[in-house]
């Protein structure tokens, strides 16, 4: 997280006129240009819930690259797609490619010769959607739908929407982050973009096991017990546990887990009033949130899921019109 | 199959104007409404046996949820909302996204929260597509392409388009559906659907084993000797052999059941003059029909088939303006 | 490759009027035809490298029918169809209907009998395709998109635009073929493709074990030394070497391979000055190709994949137009 690397992300990501042409990383962008995504995502949403569909995408071809399969995010971004009237490839590499003993630059260099807009990718690895940035020719824009322990920018600014929509001006909010933050690429990018969109405090929560080293120097205040990070909180956003960490022994079962930092309303209690819940999804209920916060008032998760195809919507058509501008 | 199930059945498919809203099962729904069903999709047809293409869809986004695979089923609904302009979006869920733990109300929420307009619905438990259909949000149709061995009705539909177009006016038909009547999603669907357009009779033919106690009460002859039950049958629906069950004793070999429940051409003699011979495929030859049978001019296997597109064309239009004018 | 072959594959393949109705091999197509199918892909490249869009398959459908799991030409045919407007439907029946027992020819008429356009076909087994041309419904276009060890006559093709645009006219050509020529169906379709189109000479080269016997009856000169084979050579096409092959003993290892066939800047000074290096991809750097050459100033192996989507899009508006015209 230092300044070189905040360069380097913000090189790639935007054109010579500052537009953005990939969509990596919330670090490194502006405050601006993340508001003109979360002006742009809004643009796109209906009164009635639904989302507006415009043909900024026509004639144009995005391809779904998905090394790790994840059907909820792939089914995201095919319908933001296609609301814009792109035409829309799916690839599941985790299966097919790679077995044939091909370089993923080799398969790069194949899929950019076919003539596509844009590449939407997820990858197990950290870093992957920049360095496929890096490679690409220069009139296909990529954007990052997860990779490894990195990044998940539209997952972030799905949330910023959320918080801009339902929990008032960034200045004056105080948001927590709850559970495995070490290993968590929504946490990552959550931090970045509240920090750059000035919101007033940051907590993150969880056991010491699962806290990054050195996470205070990106200005947030670490808390190991949930009673004591609820204070003064407007908004908590609890990250999904991955099964496979507590086999690990780095997390404490489901049941432990949801004993020290399951979210119950009797603990919402503690934060403000009206303070609200997130979660990226998908939830386990009883583990990382109880069912009837999920279910309740305070809950903002489903709103999460319409903002998200709005933010990849808007994604979407700004990469696209960054390139043609920089072409 | 008691009143009080139709009355249930009837509330959740139809609109408080009576317009169809969902489409779960052909029990419950009036002969006007299933005549409106095969009057839309007739008005799919082409005479050189292709399809009239119509925007109704343009715009919408269908999602295929399919709980258990089924290419051929899939297909067919792609096939069918793609000719009226729909966007597809296809979601495996057998392999997906149970695996992480999510409950199946909690993926509805998420995938309805994406802005979809109808879902078609694969599954293998009997209930599951009324169950989608009570807990959906009300700007979303659901359509059931087959659940367990409860109700497959566009199978159904397409069956009753197959015999208006070549058999005759349901009032004069007597038909006959072979095999295993028990565990029949597409038998049970049938029969309803049969009964409320006024067919004249219905036969049921099978080994004991295979029949379903009590089915007498849905006002149809059992026969467990296929040549008894062919005796003046205008039409005989062969049911599909599951080999899973071959293996479960409960019914006898392949070879077994050809010899005592096959349809041959000598058989077919029985029945009435020109009596044709349907099947909801994929056949298997020299089991549940003979392949020259299958082949011969009294099938109309293939036509069948066609008509499960505009079938299929038929209820996903009529559902979306159902949705539409609820709304 | 009898003459009596020849004139059924044509008779297949043509109209009554001589127009392309179906694509299933090189062999027996007229020069002026491949000219026409090179032409009119060529009218499908833009200047920038692009494709020009054109809805000439608008209210067509597409049915990729993968018999054998291949995701890059699945999605090169995915892309063209789209970029011509047309309706996609993927069905990938390696692993879904043929383990329902039902046969290929009752696959067939269910599928066509759902009102597709084309059939686009590949499959393990050679003259797959032929056989599903001969069994198709008058109306419905087949194209093979790789049939065992037979033909790949889509591949052939962007591989003659390649030669056309960056080698000059085929008169002047002398093109070798190096490697498994007994079991690619690359080598048999481009040979046929570079006979008819009048190659001034053409070389195949590979180890004795994977020469198929009666290969100079097709008028090619046979060298087992690759250093003999590229003297007065204007292109090398590389052929991609099969793991599987490797370890039946047939072929030396990857590294005995590179040894004796692998393509190198050095090796390719015997070949005519400026002689251009070509392969099908996936390439296996350091087996058949060194990497610096697949990446250098002679490598044209990013352009044929380009070439490919100009040449699929050509295929599918040809044979679509010559069903049409012939229906």
Redesign the interface.
């Known amino acids: 997280m230092h300044v070189s690397h905040r360069h380097q992300a913000s090189r790639l990501q935007l054109s010579a006129a500052g537009r953005l042409r990939h969509f990596l990383s919330t670090e490194g962008l502006s405050c601006e240009l993340l508001t003109e995504i979360l002006d742009t995502a809004e643009s796109f949403l209906l009164p009635?819930?639904?989302?507006r569909?415009e043909p900024r995408l026509a004639?144009c071809?995005v391809m779904n690259l998905f090394f790790e399969?994840s059907?909820?995010t792939r089914?995201?971004f095919?319908?933001a797609a296609?609301?814009l009237s792109a035409?829309v490839?799916n690839?599941?590499?985790s299966t097919?490619?790679t077995s044939?003993?091909?370089?993923l630059r080799?398969?790069l260099?194949?899929?950019e010769?076919?003539?596509?807009d844009i590449f939407v990718v997820r990858h197990n690895l950290s870093g992957a959607a920049h360095y496929i940035a890096e490679q690409v020719t220069p009139?296909v824009a990529v954007i990052n739908a997860g990779d490894g322990q990195h990044a998940h920018p539209t997952q972030a600014m799905l949330d910023m929407l959320t918080l801009r929509r339902h929990a008032g001006p960034f200045s004056e909010l105080c948001v927590a982050i709850v559970g495995d933050i070490r290993h968590s690429r929504v946490a990552r990018s959550n931090i970045h973009a509240l920090q750059t969109l000035g919101a007033r405090a940051i907590h993150v929560i969880g056991p010491h096991t699962l806290m990054p080293t050195g996470i205070e120097e990106l200005g947030v205040k670490v808390f190991t017990r949930l009673e004591e990070g609820l204070r003064d909180v407007d908004v908590v956003i609890a990250l999904r546990i991955q099964?496979e960490r507590m086999a690990s022994a780095l997390l404490p079962s489901a049941q432990e887990f949801f004993q020290l930092y399951g979210l119950t309303e009797e603990r919402m209690q503690l934060a403000r009033p009206g303070a609200l819940v997130m979660h990226p999804?998908?939830?386990?209920?009883g583990v990382e949130i109880a069912g009837e916060l999920a279910d309740g008032e305070r809950s903002v998760l489903?709103?999460q899921?319409?903002y998200?195809?709005a933010v990849r919507m808007a994604v979407l058509s700004m990469t696209l019109q960054g390139q043609k501008e920089a072409g």
Chains 1, 2, 3 share one sequence.
């Open positions: 009635d819930g639904g989302m569909r004639g071809t399969a059907t909820r089914t995201t095919e319908v296609k609301k035409d490839v690839i599941d590499i097919s490619s044939k003993g091909e370089t080799d398969m260099w194949n899929l010769a076919m003539d596509p009139r099964n999804g998908p939830i386990n209920r489903l709103q899921v319409s998200g195809i």
